[in-house]
Each structure stands twice: as structure tokens, then as C-alpha cells.
T-cell receptor, first 109, second 113 residues
């Protein structure tokens, strides 16, 4: 059974701080890695994707991938209250996405 | 920015009835998917669809489920005889070519009574 593991949280950070979200996956054949943001009752919204080892930055978001350790992370700099949501890690297995349970992030003013 | 559109947003149905959930993918997308999310649980893959046929399906996608893309635009998920445990959010997703990420529609909340 291919799995994606995330700490369910909540992760509470003050406004302006860096939020660090982590994810591990079991399938060494996974090639693509995604972070989605999901507000309560809404659909997953793509935040970042990464395919190669290392870091990928987009605005306040940085995705980090370490395939040897089967580890993906998302850093959110200058966290805002509007970033409060559940962050879903997803990896590809064949063509489909396997999701983790998500980490709930709370950013307090 | 183009979006994946799903209708209806909420469907309430009696157990045993058939439901059809509809999706209009982004026009240049080639690969289509259905996922579901039971309240409080993770998003689960149901089925992928490419070139007018199913590419892969999960154990959840049994004989009660079917998909089709009848007119080259709408992509539908049919559940023939709904069960209480089919109550969930159903998300349609699509993507373009290789290495393109999947984009999700707003979802249909299916409630089986």
C-alpha cells in the first residue's frame, strides 16, 4: 500500500513567521510531488509542484524534495492569517495522485 | 484563468438512486480524473481517463461507477445505485501534457439519505 504521511497538526505559527510543513512517502517510484492548500469545505488548490531534488521557490513558498530520504517539505515565509488552511501533500503513483491526510496550519495575528 | 467547472455543487439523493456528477474540464486538458473525499478523511483517487477510455481505477471504483466523456467537453461520473457510504465530496481534476499538475474543480457534495 503506497502511503503519504503528514503530521495532522494543528501547526500554530504567529503572523510573519516561517511555517514548515513536512511529508514522507513510501513509493520510491514517485516522480512528481505536489502541495495543495484546502480551505474547509473547498477543493484542493495547487500551491507548488516539484520534480527534482533540491529547492523550488515561488514567492513566499519554497518546496524542498529529497528523494533519497523520501521527504518533501513546504516552507511558507511571512505567514499570514489567510494562509490558515489544511495543506495536502500529494505524490504521483503511475498517473494518479496519492494524498496525505493534510496538516492544518493556523496563523495567529 | 480557466477553471474546471463541476455541477451540481450539492446533490441530495435517496439511497439506491442513480446520480450523475458533471465536470467541464479546462479546454486544453487531456487527462481527467475523479477523486472523492469523505468528510474528515483524505482525498482518494477513483479513476483516470485519457483518450476516451479509463486508464486506471481504484478498488473503490466498482461496477456501480462509470465515467464517460460523451461530447468531448463534459466528463461525467455516474453512480448507478447509491449507498450511504457514497456520501462524500467528489472532485473532478484535469491536466495537460506530461509533467503538468492536476487542477481540481470546486467539487460536488453528494449526500445519500
Amino acid at each position: 500500500q503506497k502511503e503519504v504521511e503528514q503530521n495532522s497538526g494543528p501547526l500554530s505559527v504567529p503572523e510573519g513567521a516561517i511555517a514548515s510543513l513536512n511529508c514522507t512517502y513510501s513509493d520510491r517510484g514517485s516522480q512528481s510531488f505536489f502541495w495543495y492548500r484546502q480551505y474547509s469545505g473547498k477543493s484542493p488548490e495547487l500551491i507548488m509542484f516539484i520534480y527534482s531534488n533540491g529547492d523550488k521557490e515561488d514567492g513566499r513558498f519554497t518546496a524542498q524534495l529529497n528523494k533519497a530520504s523520501q521527504y518533501v517539505s513546504l516552507l511558507i515565509r511571512d505567514s499570514q492569517p489567510s494562509d490558515s488552511a489544511t495543506y495536502l501533500c500529494a505524490v504521483t503513483s503511475t498517473d494518479k495522485l496519492i494524498f496525505g491526510t493534510g496538516t492544518r496550519l493556523q496563523v495567529f495575528p | 484563468e480557466p477553471e474546471v467547472t463541476q455541477t451540481p455543487s450539492h446533490q441530495v439523493t435517496q439511497m439506491g438512486q442513480e446520480v450523475i456528477l458533471r465536470c467541464v474540464p479546462i479546454s486544453n486538458h487531456l487527462y481527467f480524473y475523479w477523486y472523492r473525499q469523505i468528510l474528515g478523511q483524505k482525498v482518494e483517487f477513483l479513476v483516470s481517463f485519457y483518450n476516451n477510455e479509463i486508464s486506471e481505477k481504484s478498488e473503490i471504483f466498482d461496477d456501480q461507477f462509470s465515467v464517460e466523456r460523451p461530447d468531448g467537453s463534459n466528463f461525467t461520473l455516474k453512480i448507478r445505485s447509491t449507498k450511504l457510504e457514497d456520501s462524500a465530496m467528489y472532485f473532478c481534476a484535469g491536466r495537460g501534457g506530461s509533467n503538468q499538475p492536476q487542477h481540481f474543480g470546486d467539487g460536488t457534495r453528494l449526500s445519500i439519505l
